[in-house]
């Protein structure tokens, strides 16, 4: 096999918004699309003009470079691009000349065949965090990955791949940090020194370019490096997601399957005979006739309509599973238009690819064709019409039984190595393009297995089928918050663990844990026994209870959180990296799978067969949620942590609004928003935001908005002139004060104007 290094610079020009730098064997495309942001592109072939899945944005105008004698340079506000010439090397710096990441000297960008990989540079103390929904450790150095969507049947906390792709991770070193999102949808792999000694780290793929796009603004000065601001600029390229369904952030209860409608009604009777609150419930595949999707069940599901007007009218949500499967069956509607129209996956001479799931013999929609979305989209009316409010995509990697779709499988003219990557993206972008159509105003709600870069502008994601242990629990905190990175907020894992049974301990222990997962869903495979919150015992079901209660208590903080990442990309679960990314201890095993949920509860996962763990606070003073005793940290701590008591620390200055408890989200509250507030040495503030929670007039300014502030100093708490038309749910405001010794909760009118409460 032949070795082709880039070689050096020859001609350069300049292109639209565009340099164009021709070396030996490749050429490069280097454009910016913000100061913080440069693509560069390396191919051997001409590039295609194919649209990113990812990127939303374009280059900005006017690119301005300078040539020197051994190097070109790209100057923007804040970052330096220097392009060694001979040969030919990328190395990014911060406009006052620290080295953030380049190429390793010797290599830089090198094909072997069709397969393109980058060497670049690793520092001794350099970390990195990243990649989405990957195991392993907080910090990945010494490990390797690869992107290539699988259904990861039996997965554990080792395994690689999973569901979906998310070539992007975060470097840090001496005080500095970059991102780098390597845009290629083919199978793709990065490998941060796990067997190059402490030379060089190296990423790829196996066809298409190397192109990249490198995130390098600082951010404010004082911050501790500045991982909120790659988010927010990877975001900004990428897409943010839009303000969720409020119910889809209550609790929802899932399995494999509710089998009858009657069985589904007795479910949601016992939540609220049981005064457990709920908003959600599901139908995986049993609902539909054979499998076919779009379909009812004729004898256990006879009439969706008064199915899901008799649970609206309990106060759930129902939502349903779609698979892309589509079954051969003449007189089946969707196979006849599909096959019809040509809509279907094709092997080189035209034939269609036929793969076996549950349906049994399928055929697979080209959901990169844009036809074919709007046609799937539109499918959707046989579970809008009667009353579906989500929208559940899985087995979209897509999977079929053996897991091996032939590489000379088409899509229109391209091949699936080209971009299954992307496949389960795309299935989710025309479910949510689709229903969002039917639905008029409504948000849709879909919830994805598969997905790329991007996807969190379509839909939910959960973590797939993990497994009834406590490696799985730690796990999922990793796992979501490092789809936090890479800005998918709306994340959840399957609670209580798909497969196998939790104890009783273990159930109790992961369902405390889902009160601080961003999407609280429990979810059991076929043949486990039952998951609901009544199956464990009277004393177990009343933990159960009070932990779901708090999570209704939090809605009104989770809900701001949700606007936080709807405007800045930053994740509801943040690992400690995001906030303390050079403070050694959070990527310490015992403490990596710590995280804070929102801006101030951090929350210490701890296994259903302890008692007590040790809990890294970082520097600053803390309290325990549960009791209000207040803890300095910077240092370990030994938490107690009966099943009753998940270890919940708030950050002091913490202003956390809270409401009663609620049965669901459709339930009116007493009209008392709670402002908690728990005393510190520092002036803090929280953006708080509430709306309709069901329909897109927030984005006409039916919103409202305020920022509450906490200042020691004046020992008052500010509310700010509210920003928007909607009127909050809450007429009146009670301030709760924590650690401040005797100050009295008074109960005042929530005033659209200003608000001054002193203590
Ligand atoms: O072949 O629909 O990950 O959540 O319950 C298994 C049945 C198909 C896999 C999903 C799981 C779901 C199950 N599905």
């Known amino acids: 096999m032949q070795t082709e290094l880039s070689g050096k610079v020859g001609k350069i020009a300049k292109q ?33 003009a194919a649209d990113s899945f990812a990127v939303i944005q374009q280059p900005l105008a006017g690119l301005t470079y300078q040539e020197h004698e051994d190097n070109i ?13 001979s040969p030919m090397r990328f190395n990014f ?4 000349g620290r080295l953030l990441s380049g190429d390793d000297e010797r290599f830089g960008t090198v ?42 049947v039996d997965y554990n906390a080792k395994s690689d791949p999973l569901y979906k792709s998310f070539p992007f991770f975060i470097g840090l070193h001496d005080g500095l940090t970059y991102g780098l999102f390597l845009d290629n949808t083919h199978r793709s792999w990065f490998d941060f020194g796990s067997s190059t000694d402490h030379e060089m780290y190296w990423l790829g793929a196996d066809g298409g370019d190397l192109d990249y796009y490198f995130f390098g603004a600082q951010g404010p ?18 897409g943010r997601m839009e303000m969720p369904p409020l119910w889809s952030l209550g609790y929802q209860q899932c399995r494999w399957s509710y089998m009858s409608a009657d069985e589904l009604l007795e479910i949601a009777r016992k939540f609220r005979k049981h005064n457990i609150p709920a908003d959600v419930l599901y139908c995986d595949i049993d609902y539909m006739d054979g499998y076919k999707i779009f379909t009812w069940d004729k004898k256990t599901f006879p009439k969706p309509k008064k199915l899901i007007d008799e649970l609206t009218d309990m106060g759930f949500r129902l939502v349903t599973i779609v698979d892309p499967g589509i079954k051969i069956e003449k007189g089946y509607r969707q196979y006849d238009e599909g096959a019809a129209k040509n809509y279907f996956a094709t092997y080189p001479n035209g034939d269609k690819y036929i793969g076996e799931v549950w349906p049994g013999r399928c055929h697979f929609p080209d959901f990169f064709n844009e036809k074919v979305r709007e046609w799937w989209g539109g499918s959707f009316q046989a579970l809008t019409q009667p009353g579906v ?116 301990e273990l159930m109790v222990r992961w369902n405390s844990l889902g009160v601080f997962t961003p999407m609280f869903r429990n979810h059991a495979m076929i043949g486990t026994v039952k998951r609901e919150p009544w199956n464990w015992g009277k004393q177990n079901e009343r933990i159960i209870k009070k932990d779901i209660a708090l999570r ?55 296994e259903s067969n302890v008692t007590g763990l040790k809990v890294y606070l970082p520097p600053g003073e803390w309290y325990r949620f549960s009791t209000d005793k207040k803890i300095s940290g910077g240092r ?72 509450i502030t906490f200042d020691p100093r004046r020992k008052q708490v500010t509310l700010s002139v509210v920003e928007g038309n909607f009127v909050s749910r809450f007429d009146r405001v009670k301030v709760i004060w924590h650690g401040f010794g005797k100050a009295a909760s008074k109960v005042l009118s929530n005033e659209v104007g200003e608000m001054v409460i002193g203590y």
């Open 73 to 85: 340079e790209i100057n923007t506000s804040e970052l330096k691009l220097r392009i060694n010439t």
């Open 221 to 238: 000065k004082n911050t501790n490096g500045n991982i909120a601001q790659i988010i927010r600029d990877y975001t900004w390229l990428t």
């Open 552 to 606: 209704y208590q939090l809605l009104p903080y989770i809900y701001s959180a949700f606007y936080q990442a709807h405007q800045t990309g930053m994740p509801v679960s943040r690992t400690l990296a995001i906030d303390y990314a050079f403070d050694d201890n959070v990527y310490q095993h015992i403490y990596q799978n710590q995280f804070l949920f929102g801006d101030n509860l951090l929350i210490a996962p701890a």
């Open 93 to 96: 710096y911060t406009p006052d």
């Open 636 to 707: 370990g701590i030994k938490a107690d942590a009966p099943l009753t008591d998940l270890p919940v620390f708030i950050k002091a200055g913490a202003i956390i609004p809270m409401q009663n408890i609620v049965q669901s989200t459709n339930e009116k509250s007493d009209g008392v928003l709670q402002l908690h507030i728990w005393n510190g040495k520092q002036a803090s503030s929280f953006v708080y935001y509430e709306d309709d929670g069901v329909s897109y007039n927030y984005e006409q300014g039916e919103y409202h908005k305020r920022i």
């Open 389 to 504: 409010a989500g929208f559940w995509n899985d087995m979209n990697e897509p999977a079929a039984w053996g897991q091996h779709i032939p590489p000379i499988v088409k899509f229109g003219n391209r091949y699936l190595p080209e971009f299954r990557n992307a496949y389960g993206m795309q299935m989710a972008r025309a479910t949510y393009n689709g229903t969002k159509k039917l639905l008029k105003n409504k948000r849709p709600f879909v919830l994805t297995r598969a997905a790329y870069a991007g996807i969190q502008r379509y839909s939910a994601v959960w973590t797939g089928d993990n497994t009834a242990n406590d490696e799985h629990l730690l796990l999922g905190c990793r796992l979501v918050n490092s789809l936090g990175l890479s800005g998918v907020a709306l994340t959840g894992v399957d609670i209580g663990g798909f497969s196998g049974n939790p104890t009783p």
């Open 16 to 48: 639209n918004n565009t340099l164009i730098i021709k070396a030996d064997t490749a050429t490069a495309y280097v454009s910016v699309y913000s100061p913080g942001i440069i693509r560069v592109r390396i191919a051997k072939n001409k590039v295609s």
């Open 111 to 152: 094909w072997q065949g069709e397969n393109v990989a980058n060497y670049r540079k690793l520092f001794k103390n350099e970390r990195f965090i990243g990649l989405g929904e990957k195991t392993g450790n907080l910090d990945r150095r010494g490990s390797n990955y690869v992107n290539w969507n699988t259904d990861a």
